[in-house]
T-cell receptor, first 115, second 112 residues
Framework: DTGVSQDPRHKITKRGQNVTFRCDPISEHNRLYWYRQTLGQGPEFLTYFQNEAQLEKSRLLSDRFSAERPKGSFSTLEIQRTEQGDSAMYLC?????????????FGQGTRLTVV | KQEVTQIPAALSVPEGENLVLNCSFTDSAIYNLQWFRQDPGKGLTSLLLIQSSQREQTSGRLNASLDKSSGRSTLYIAASQPGDSATYLCAVKSEGNNDMRFGAGTRLTVKP
């Protein structure tokens, strides 16, 4: 499978714990996005990478959230001191460097439950 | 700020019917619009991408149209099947922005 891969698929954690999610984009894609989706809503933008540079962060990304993309390949999203309000589906997407082909492809998501 | 609205929020149709899903956006300065399908508990599957210079795109039984000036897009599904049951999301990428803005989706149920 050469699509976007996310790990883990599900994560249950106790409030106050730290969690880290991983995203492996499509190999030739240099653009990578993180989104968060709560039940019944569309995904909301969190952050954007072009290669290894984090070029944009939403105000939804509080100081408890941090994202990295070392070497411009896979990306990680860490949430520190989790709160019940962090429970959501975390989605990763990637798209090509080609300005004429900007179709975004999503992974299967990581569902986080904070208890 | 771009706002994306999808109407209706839910739709139930008998198998075989043709149907139209609607998406509207407030800022016509868009780069592209993309339609996705999402099954319960799953990620998003890209269906169709329409660039701002295009009026429509077709893939199999799906046809998406774009009217930038009026801020509207429609997704037409022909001869619906129970396997089409899912939530359909539209997303708009505005000029000068890196992110996509999503609507809340239309939850489609096709009854056998």
């Amino acid at each position: 499978d050469t699509g976007v891969s996310q790990d883990p698929r599900h994560k249950i954690t106790k409030r106050g714990q730290n969690v880290t999610f991983r995203c492996d984009p499509i190999s030739e894609h240099n653009r990578l996005y993180w989104y968060r989706q709560t039940l019944g809503q569309g995904p909301e933008f969190l952050t954007y990478f072009q290669n290894e540079a984090q070029l944009e962060k939403s105000r939804l990304l509080s100081d408890r959230f941090s994202a990295e993309r070392p070497k411009g390949s896979f990306s990680t999203l860490e949430i520190q001191r989790t709160e019940q309000g962090d429970s959501a589906m975390y989605l990763c997407a990637s798209s090509s460097r080609d300005r004429l082909n900007t179709e975004a492809f999503f992974g299967q998501g990581t569902r986080l439950t904070v208890v | 700020k771009q706002e994306v609205t999808q109407i209706p929020a839910a739709l139930s149709v008998p198998e075989g019917e043709n149907l139209v899903l609607n998406c509207s956006f407030t800022d016509s300065a868009i780069y592209n619009l993309q339609w996705f399908r999402q099954d319960p508990g799953k990620g998003l599957t890209s269906l169709l991408l329409i660039q701002s210079s295009q009026r429509e795109q077709t893939s199999g039984r799906l046809n998406a149209s774009l009217d930038k000036s009026s801020g509207r897009s429609t997704l037409y599904i022909a001869a619906s099947q129970p396997g089409d049951s899912a939530t359909y999301l539209c997303a708009v990428k505005s000029e000068g922005n890196n992110d996509m803005r999503f609507g809340a989706g239309t939850r489609l149920t096709v009854k056998p």
